[in-house]
């Protein structure tokens, strides 16, 4: 069983920046995506990775703010989160997909974590 692992979540004020990370053993088996959920709201897809590194896709609400990137040696995906909004508030989730495509993209993710929250007040 795999089990990602978020971090970096916090309180910050509308325009801050937030670098969440997502940890997991096995890493380079898996594309990696960041979705999140508002309260009282489903959970939204937010970013995704392949496992090469050589593809990455975005929500649009989060186009030219967000930038997601991983490090396989360190078994590390990060959220680069910048000109965070009172609406980016959420918990952020990291999900692990096996695949075998080094580029490829998929959308259903077979492990999850528990969950980072964020906070943008404005």
């Known amino acids: 069983q795999v089990q990602p692992v978020e971090s970096g979540g916090g309180l910050v004020q509308a325009g801050d920046s937030l670098r969440l990370s997502c940890a997991a053993s096995?890493?380079?088996?898996?594309?990696v995506g960041w979705f999140r959920q508002a309260p009282g709201k489903e959970r939204e897809f937010v970013a995704i990775i392949s496992r090469s590194a050589g593809s990455a896709d975005y929500a649009d609400s989060v186009k030219g703010r967000f930038t997601i990137s991983r490090d396989n040696a360190k078994n590390t995906v990060y959220l680069q989160m910048n000109s965070l909004k009172p609406k980016d508030t959420a918990v952020y989730y990291c999900?692990?997909?096996?695949?075998?495509?080094?580029?490829?993209?998929?959308?259903?993710?077979?492990?999850w974590g528990k969950g980072t929250p964020v906070t943008v007040s404005a």
């Open positions: 999900g692990l997909k096996f695949t075998v495509g080094a580029n490829a993209l998929p959308r259903g993710m077979d492990y």
């Open positions: 096995g890493f380079t088996l898996y594309a």
